[in-house]
């Protein structure tokens, strides 16, 4: 801190938008600046690099990320000039940000009533877009000198691994192969986001995607199999049928709470708690999401659904198109596993039930006892055959 009340760091951001009108505008300025002085200037994105010290040079193997890479490229003659008094590059850097990035969500907006009172119909949003490209030190004197900053990672993940070459359990193997050969489009949407959510924080995904991805993950499964109206009322109903534990239950309901209670995609807040925090960069988020902590959860709720689905069989009921005996066959194992269709010339629903198990018992090596229940749907051109869980 320069103890001169006056700014200490001044930051340049290129701006891009459809009406930009030089002059002092709220707490910064927008100037039109040539690309060549912008190369003069040595304008450039706020440059990143992966941490090498004496942990990198130990490990071998790691993965790190960094929490701060730049997604867009911005040219332009335009810049929005931010002056701010701060302790530090980092406080300052991150002051200067929330004020540009405030600015331009209001020059969003402004935008889009100056298109509409001008041309009597509404605009598609088209954002005001910045990019910090130099950051200058001043002096009491207000004299700008160049400053070098570089965001660095500072994190390591799973360190020296693989520290196994096979798996802990002799099932697991099994189990790999049997999920990954299962067809189900529901099971493969919930992982796909399972997944996406867990390596968000690698692939720089923004704090609220990954906890959507996360409990979206949990709300495909709930949804296929129940049509309450009630998300809390889907839940108990599907506790029951994939046997998820009263804990299990009870921490998705307090995740449904904590991202719906303010209509809000991530945080049960009544304000942004970010506004709060003093000036930092890479600027915090404002998610309070304890998705962490339950990731178990959603796992357990993708292998409990595939526990369930593996051992439940849709049967479609067809007449044989020859003199062939009664057979099972698979509609397409391709796209979805345990779809099955029986050719059979018997309407009698109490010998057709018969005879499905009978064949059902030889086609998949099982015994009778296995077989839970069949269920047929109207008009006995469907079946549903449910087995005991086989883990």
């Not at 489009?185 to 924080?201: M, W």
């Not at 959860?297 to 007449?319: A, G, P, Q, S, W």
């Not at 029986?342 to 010998?351: A, D, P, Q």
Request: proline share 3%; net charge neutral; charged share 30%.
């Amino acid at each position: 801190m320069n103890y001169q009340n006056k700014p200490n760091y001044r930051i340049y951001a290129l701006v891009i938008g459809e009406v930009l009108k030089p002059g002092k505008l709220f707490d910064c300025e927008i100037k039109k600046v040539s690309f060549e002085e912008q190369k003069q200037r040595s304008f450039s994105p706020i440059q990143s690099i992966f941490s090498e010290n004496d942990l990198t040079n130990y490990y071998k193997t790691y993965a790190s990320s960094l929490r701060y890479v730049d997604p867009v490229l911005i040219k332009s003659e335009y810049v929005i000039i931010c002056d701010i008094e701060e302790s530090d590059i980092n406080a300052a850097l991150g002051g200067s940000i929330r004020r540009i990035d405030k600015i331009c969500r209001f020059l969003t907006l402004a935008y889009g009533k100056d298109f509409l009172n001008h041309t009597q119909r509404n605009s598609i949003l088209e954002p005001y877009l910045y990019q910090v490209n130099k950051i200058y030190a001043l002096d009491v004197k207000g004299n700008e000198s160049d400053l070098e900053f570089k965001l660095e990672s500072g994190n390591m993940y799973l360190p020296n691994r693989p520290e196994l070459s096979e798996w802990r359990h002799k099932d697991t193997q099994q189990f790999l192969e049997d999920i990954f050969n299962f067809h189900d489009e529901i099971l493969e949407r919930a992982v796909k986001y399972l997944y996406r959510s867990s390596i968000g924080n690698f692939v720089k995904d923004s704090p609220e995607k990954i906890v959507l991805d996360h409990f979206k993950s949990m709300e495909i499964i709930i949804d296929s199999l129940s049509n309450k109206k009630d998300f809390k009322n889907r839940v108990d109903e599907v506790a029951k049928i994939i046997f998820l534990t009263d804990l299990e239950k009870e921490k998705i309901k307090k995740l449904w709470d904590d991202r719906s209670k303010y209509s809000d995609t991530a945080h049960p807040s009544q304000y942004d708690q970010t506004e709060r925090y003093p000036n930092q960069f890479p600027l915090p988020d404002n998610v309070s999401f304890s998705y962490f902590f339950n990731d178990s959860i959603t796992v357990d709720v993708c292998f409990k659904y595939f526990l369930y689905k593996k051992n439940l069989f849709l049967v479609d009921i067809e007449r044989p198109f020859s003199g062939t005996e009664e057979n099972f066959g698979t509609v397409n194992a391709y796209s979805n596993s345990n779809h099955l269709y029986f050719e059979t010339s018997e309407k009698n629903k109490i010998e057709l039930k018969k005879k499905i198990k009978e064949k059902f018992v030889k086609e998949f090596n099982i015994k009778e006892s296995d077989i839970i229940e069949i269920m047929f749907g109207q008009g006995v051109k469907t079946a549903t055959l449910r087995i005991k869980y086989n883990i």
